[in-house]
Nanobody, 119 residues
Framework: QVQLVESGGGLVQAGGSLRLSCTAS????????MAWYRQAPGKQRDIVAT???????NYADSVKGRFTISRDNAKNTVYLQMNSLKPEDTAVYYC?????????????WGQGTQVTVSS
């Protein structure tokens, strides 16, 4: 069994910062890509940022230059530093982790953490 637990969400004013964390625990041998997604009310879940096991990153255009994804492989943890937050960043943020089990890769999800940016 694998669990992903997120923390760090909350209410912040526009222009402020938040740092999200997500730690994987349980039966873990190898984690490949980790990522952050977000879902605003009435909208689909969209990718925010991804990071490979080797540290290569990719970002959605809407967050480039403002958000930074990083990970600590020793702690099975991925972070999302969010700066210069805008009201349109308001959403539930979910982390994901792709775990390798033999020849099969499984994606696990966190429970989500609310980020609210007030104008």
């Amino acid at each position: 069994q694998v669990q992903l637990v997120e923390s760090g969400g909350g209410l912040v004013q526009a222009g402020g910062s938040l740092r999200l964390s997500c730690t994987a625990s349980g039966s873990i041998f190898s984690i490949n890509d980790m990522a952050w997604y977000r879902q605003a009310p009435g909208k689909q879940r969209d990718i925010v940022a991804t990071i490979t096991n080797g540290g290569r990153t990719n970002y959605a255009d809407s967050v480039k230059g403002r958000f930074t994804i990083s990970r600590d492989n020793a702690k099975n943890t991925v972070y999302l530093q969010m700066n210069s937050l805008k009201p349109e960043d308001t959403a539930v943020y979910y982390c994901s982790a792709d775990l390798q089990r033999g020849a099969v890769q499984w994606r696990y999800w966190g429970q989500g953490t609310q980020v609210t940016v007030s104008s």
